[in-house]
């Protein structure tokens, strides 16, 4: 029975979390040069940076779900320690907070927005502005 009600919440997480993945973009400004090239050129000239800054280094996250899911992990085993203690077994309660508290910020993580870093960001901009566009803004 535990076997199934795991399968269930790990699917239900998987596909959450690919739901999730999606990342943000620039929007580029309607200027000459995006008149000029289109908006294919555009799109096209946006991930070319973004594989620029990718092949820089860069991590477009910061890694950021991973360690909000590590943090509530922690936040949850050290309550379920407690709750365990008070009803008879700390250790079977810590496991059982620390499951649930990385569930927890697990889907908490993949609800958030997936802003890029900063520097990302920053690369990408002045990446696409080298080539006469103008980034407004990323969605």
Request: proline residues 4%.
């Amino acid at each position: 029975m535990q076997t199934k009600i795991w399968r269930f919440w790990l699917t239900g997480a998987a596909i959450l979390a690919l739901a999730a993945c999606a990342s943000q973009k620039p929007v580029l400004y309607p200027n000459s040069t995006l008149q000029q090239r289109g908006e294919t050129a555009g799109n096209q000239a946006i991930e070319g940076c973004m594989r620029r800054a990718d092949a820089a280094g860069l991590d477009y996250s910061k890694g950021n779900v991973a360690r909000r899911t590590a943090e509530s992990g922690a936040i949850g085993g050290a309550g379920g320690a407690v709750g365990g203690a008070i009803y008879g077994s700390a250790t079977r309660g810590a496991v059982a907070g620390a499951a649930g508290g990385a569930t927890a910020g697990l889907i908490r993580g993949m609800f958030d927005r997936n802003d890029p870093a900063p520097v990302y960001r920053a690369y990408v901009n002045r990446c696409l502005a080298e080539q006469g566009y103008e980034p407004i803004g990323w969605e």
